[in-house]
């Protein structure tokens, strides 16, 4: 198995621009979650997907930040405007699905580094 | 504020020793616990978890102890080498959440 896949792995850009993050769970799994991590906030989640449907955005940041999940094999994470405040690692993991007993296991993509100057 | 946290963002073991990560949570309602290491540059990567009905579970290696009357997670790492040089994380699982502490890093002293 490919494991999660993300891209692109390094986005620079400037204030202002529109930025796309992709995501490839692995294949079967029914969860899929986007996580920001900087080193002041450690890995926050943003927001995260059962069966492609949007559960919690609790955590996006602002408005400026949306997701989607168009179909079970693939998601985006899009931010306009950017800002530099935006500057992180985003990382996409996946798992097998939640229920009674939990999320279970994570599995993480290699994360997308983002640089807004 | 953060629900999961630890108490020191890095430790310096020397090779060979064992390694003890430490973490307090504060959600009575958690019931399941898990630990990830990220190396430099990836994704962090499980490497055990444990459910509230336990107080311990071990692994190759590791092995991961759950104080629940004082909500205190810890990692041991058995004779620590230098692949063991990362950030490890607690987590808790929240319903369908899983949160993550702000990590510890581990620096083996050769």
């Known amino acids: 198995d490919a494991g999660v896949i993300q891209s692109p792995r390094h986005e620079v850009t400037e204030m202002g621009q529109e930025v796309t993050l992709r995501c490839k769970p692995i294949?079967?799994?029914?969860?899929l979650f986007w996580y920001r991590q900087t080193m002041m906030r450690g890995l926050e989640l943003l927001i995260y997907?059962?069966?492609?449907?949007?559960?919690?955005d609790s955590g996006m940041p602002e408005d400026r930040f949306s997701a989607k999940m168009p179909n079970a094999s693939f998601s985006t994470l899009k931010i306009q405007p950017s800002e530099p405040r935006d500057s992180a690692v985003y990382f996409c993991a996946s798992s097998l699905g939640a229920g009674t007993s939990g999320v279970g296991e994570l599995f993480f993509g290699e994360g997308s580094r983002l640089t807004v100057l | 504020g953060e629900s999961v946290g630890l108490h020191l963002p890095t430790l310096s073991v020397q090779e060979g020793d064992n390694s003890i990560i430490n973490c307090a949570y504060s959600n009575s309602a958690s019931d399941y616990f898990i630990w990830y290491k990220q190396e430099s540059g990836k994704g962090p990567q499980f490497i055990i978890d444990?459910?509230?009905?336990?107080d311990k579970r071990q692994g190759q290696r590791v092995t991961v102890l759950l104080n629940k009357t004082v909500k205190h997670l810890s990692l041991q790492i058995a004779a620590t080498q230098p692949g063991d040089s990362a950030v490890y994380f607690c987590a808790e699982n929240i319903g369908d959440k899983i949160i993550f502490g702000k990590g510890t890093r581990l620096h083996i002293l050769p």
């Open positions: 294949s079967g799994h029914n969860s």
């Open positions: 997907f059962n069966n492609n449907v949007p559960i919690d």
């Open positions: 444990i459910r509230s009905n336990m």
